[in-house]
């Protein structure tokens, strides 16, 4: 869990800029002297889509600007198999507002090499329609790095005047609550909980939706340790000894629908109405520490805060709650 308590904070820990090096056939002939995250991107035909994109939007002449910018930068390759997955024959077709949204979801402040990448989140210049805030975007390092679950970095730490690009194989859309619970490998057993094949509801659905209601969401998800004593506890073997209405119960006692609560707002003896209809409170333990009870009187400490989707939130629990 000490990795988990530093989720609301960009992951980044020390920010420094690596020479670019005329001579590193890694970095696709890129070259960093004086030029901007456009300038290079404008030198490199296989990113040329991703350059008509920003003059598209306007965003060009941000990236052209002095500032620090670390930007995930996706090939012509990524851009086509984005515009087939949303069933547009042509950047043209994208709203520009959407386009926008999903561009700034490659950006992140701060020039980030990737010797300071981590597993753990970053927030990304991308706006939540469910917040108004900035959106989270996961990091994992376990094998290369890749962007919430669905893009890897090709070539890594080309050096701009103004900050340093990561080039990527797919388009990185905007996150749902499900993007997050399948790229981060600490919800794994709560996405079999989920996907369970049994389940007379559509937990995926309901957490993947963007329509209103139910979205917002509010997601208080257990990590795999809460899962595992939760067995322990009642003496089952694994989640098939769980029946279904129980696991069903369970699943929604953990989602607030119509509010996208923010860790900011949350105060001393709030009360949830969950998706199932139950209650749970908040308080503040004497730590300062986030704390839910069920009613069962149960307690769960939330261990991390803020992952923002499009559609929704998601604090990490440490506690399966029960309704």
Do not use: W
């Amino acid at each position: 869990m000490k990795n988990y308590l530093r989720i609301s904070t960009i992951i980044f820990l020390s920010f420094f800029v690596i020479s670019c090096d005329s001579d590193d056939n890694d970095n696709d002939g890129l070259c960093c002297a004086g030029s901007s995250i456009v300038d290079l991107a404008s030198q490199t035909e296989s990113l040329s889509t991703l350059v008509s994109a920003l003059e598209a939007t306007g965003l060009d002449q941000t990236l052209s600007a002095s500032g620090s910018y670390t930007v995930l930068a996706p090939t012509n390759d990524a851009f086509n198999a984005f515009l087939t997955s949303i069933n547009a024959s042509a950047l043209e077709d994208v709203p520009v507002d959407v386009l926008t949204n999903v561009l700034l979801n490659h950006v992140i402040l701060g020039e980030v090499p990737s010797t300071s990448l981590t597993n753990g989140y970053a927030t990304t210049l991308a706006t939540s329609s469910a917040s108004s805030t900035n959106m989270s975007i996961y990091v994992n390092t376990d094998n290369g790095v890749s962007f919430n679950g669905v893009s890897s970095v090709l070539t890594a730490d080309v050096v701009a005047s103004n900050g340093v690009v990561h080039i990527v194989d797919a388009v990185i859309g905007l996150p749902t609550v499900v993007t997050f619970a399948l790229a981060d490998p600490n919800f794994e057993v709560l996405v079999q909980a989920l996907t369970r094949e049994d389940l007379t509801m559509d937990f995926v659905g309901l957490l993947n939706s963007s329509s209103s209601p139910p979205t917002p969401l509010t997601v208080f998800a257990p990590v795999n340790s809460a899962f595992v004593n939760l067995l322990a506890e009642l003496g089952l073997t694994g989640l098939n000894d769980v029946d279904e209405p129980t696991l069903s119960a369970v699943l929604t006692y953990h989602v607030i629908t119509g509010a996208n609560q923010l860790s900011i707002n949350l105060s001393d003896g709030m009360e949830f109405t969950t998706a199932g209809g139950g209650s749970l409170s908040f308080n503040f333990g004497d730590n300062g520490e986030g704390i839910l009870t069920d009613n069962n009187g149960r307690t769960s400490n939330i261990v991390a805060v803020d992952v923002q989707a499009n559609n929704g939130i998601i604090h990490a629990i440490d506690t399966v709650v029960l309704p």
